[in-house]
């Protein structure tokens, strides 16, 4: 079995059906299944999500990315600030990168003030947290690849007869 095949297709939908991917791979279904089932196991697959547009919902919802400047421990470097980041409920996301900040925190709450008060309370106390600079987000075109509703552009060509 291609493995590297159907890691791709549960990327682009995970919703598959364990069928339709064996069509795809031209696989036997109970193969496909343990392939999946041994690759959830092994943590190479680490979970399935769907993409919502909150904005077409009646429920406050914000999220903000959070600039995180920290200072690396001897001998753990950031992991055990990663470590207390990653375990705080709101937390979505979190990358260890290069720049201006070490890492960049994904939060998601109800209510701006919420998110104010995640970072002043429990964020911004933690051992080896320097700083941080909060972004809301205000409004998403594209998550994971997939493009959120955008006007049709019409043609604005002057017709001529």
């Known amino acids: 079995m291609d493995t590297l095949q159907l890691l791709h297709c549960l990327e682009n939908d995970p919703a598959a059906s364990v069928t339709d991917l064996a069509d795809i791979l031209n696989e036997k279904p109970e193969d496909v299944a343990n392939e999946k089932a041994r690759l959830e196991n092994e943590k190479v697959i680490c979970g399935y999500h769907t993409v919502i547009n909150w904005d077409k919902t009646d429920e406050e919802h914000t999220e903000a990315i959070i600039e995180v400047a920290a200072k690396p421990e001897r001998g753990r470097g950031y992991d055990r600030i990663a470590e207390k980041i990653a375990r ?47 972004c809301f987000l205000l409004k998403k075109y594209k998550v994971d690849g997939i493009a959120m509703e955008f006007e049709e552009e019409g043609d604005d060509r002057i017709q001529i007869s």
């Open 88 to 134: 705080l409920p709101e937390v979505t996301d979190l990358y260890l990168v290069s720049g201006k900040s070490e890492f960049l925190v994904m939060v998601t709450n109800r209510t701006m003030r919420q998110v104010a008060e995640f970072v002043g309370q429990r964020l911004a106390p933690i051992d080896g947290v320097q700083s941080t600079v909060t």
